[in-house]
């Protein structure tokens, strides 16, 4: 539940990151946000509440995480829930049976079988299109649509979506437009200030930055939603735990210089990539020479720690994985440690091969969430994985 903001109005995004909303505990002076790990809360007397009564409903650990993320996403109101998925299923029930989705063909296979499915069978339809190219949003509208569901940059291409001109084509429909900002976190990218109606975030990803959480947050400033969120939020039982809201929490406080070092390795790493012979094409926002690159430096602040890139041949897939050693072959992206995927059959597994081929997903696509370690150690990795295919005459 959001309290007054206002006193941290006068203090940069990047110092809230690091203090917080209340920067300490009142009672006893702790500078850290309390775990309040207590499923129930004593009521005072009778018709008397502290506001808490049921963590499942609210808890003070977590209205700090969600105070915070509403703060630094420019938003009003902010919500966090125990895993991504489970806000992008909080969030759908905001439309109707009936209501039509136009959604990011590129995007996580998570969000797409969630969609497909499983609302699908409750009455929402979804059209699945390249977000990249506005012409293909405009097509896709039906006198039902009543959303709009971007990815940007998406995942796992690195297509950037114009959210000013999204904006625009859903409320004249009279719809609402999401955006997923996993991908940036509000260091690089803030929606709601570029027309979003709401914004998600898999909180697992770069609000946390550890590898060592779940999470998902929705953050949106519309006051005729929020009653139906909450209510969401405390029905289904999607509530962020109590210590996990603490983890990001913590994570939060390093965001900033965090997001620094991922793109700083990243720029480094996606520009030697484009100079070896195995690797046939970088997917990074950027370089100069990004199809929307001139969009993404007008409406972020960065480019990220992402990198897809296509192999040239599908055989060096099985060996380059099996000779990384620093950077770990695993799902997920955004925290420390430098991590490799093959979304083939990992991210991307769930959805249909059609759709993954006509996005670019093929048997010879790699996505290499950049960590925060020495960028020369991250390349001498790739370089003697990509060596080895060379010595097995691949």
Not at 279 to 306: C, I, K, N, P, W
Request: proline share 4%; aromatic share 10%.
């Amino acid at each position: 539940m959001r309290k007054d903001t206002d006193c941290t109005k006068k203090y940069a995004d990047t110092t809230i990151f690091v203090r917080g909303i209340h920067f300490f505990e009142p009672i006893t002076g702790a500078i850290s946000t309390p775990i309040y790990q207590s499923s129930t809360f004593r009521h005072p007397a009778l018709g008397e509440s502290t506001g808490f009564d049921y963590s499942r409903g609210l808890n003070p650990t977590r209205s700090e995480l969600e105070q915070v993320i509403a703060r630094i996403e420019h938003g009003r109101y902010g919500l966090a829930f125990a895993s991504g998925m489970g806000a992008i299923s909080a969030l759908i029930k905001v439309f109707n049976p009936g209501d039509h989705l136009v959604v990011s063909e590129d995007l996580y296979g998570g969000t797409y079988r969630l969609f497909n499915e499983y609302y699908s069978h409750y009455g929402f339809s979804f059209s699945w299109v390249d977000t990249s190219d506005i012409a293909r949003i405009e097509a896709a509208i039906r006198p039902e649509t009543r959303g709009l569901f971007i990815e940007t940059p998406s995942n796992p291409m690195m297509k950037v979506t114009d959210i000013r001109r999204c904006a625009g084509i859903i409320h004249r429909q009279g719809g609402l437009l999401v955006v997923d900002n996993t991908l940036l976190s509000p260091c690089f990218q803030n929606p709601l200030d570029l027309g979003a109606d709401l914004v998600v975030h898999s909180g697992t990803k770069y609000l946390a930055g550890h590898n060592d959480t779940l999470a998902g947050c929705i953050v949106h400033s519309r006051e005729d939603l929020e009653p139906l969120l909450r209510n969401n939020q405390k029905s289904e039982g999607a509530s962020l735990s109590p210590f996990d809201a603490w983890l990001v929490l913590r994570g939060i406080k390093t965001l900033a210089i965090r997001m620094e070092r991922h793109e700083r390795n990243a720029l480094g790493i996606a520009r030697w990539l484009r100079e070896q012979p195995v690797v046939e094409r970088v997917f990074f926002t950027g370089f100069e020479d990004h199809a929307q690159y001139g969009l993404t430096r007008s409406q972020t602040r960065g480019f990220g720690g992402m990198i897809s890139f296509y192999l040239k041949k599908p055989e060096y897939v099985p060996v380059i994985l099996k000779n990384l050693s620093l950077i770990l072959f695993a799902e997920s992206l955004g925290g420390v440690e430098s991590l490799i995927t093959f979304p083939l059959v990992q991210t991307h597994g769930s959805i249909p091969e059609a759709m993954r081929l006509s996005t670019g997903v093929n048997d010879r696509l790699l996505r290499l969430s950049v960590g925060i370690e020495d960028e020369q150690d991250i390349v001498n990795d790739l370089a003697l994985a990509f060596d080895r295919c060379k010595k097995e005459n691949l």
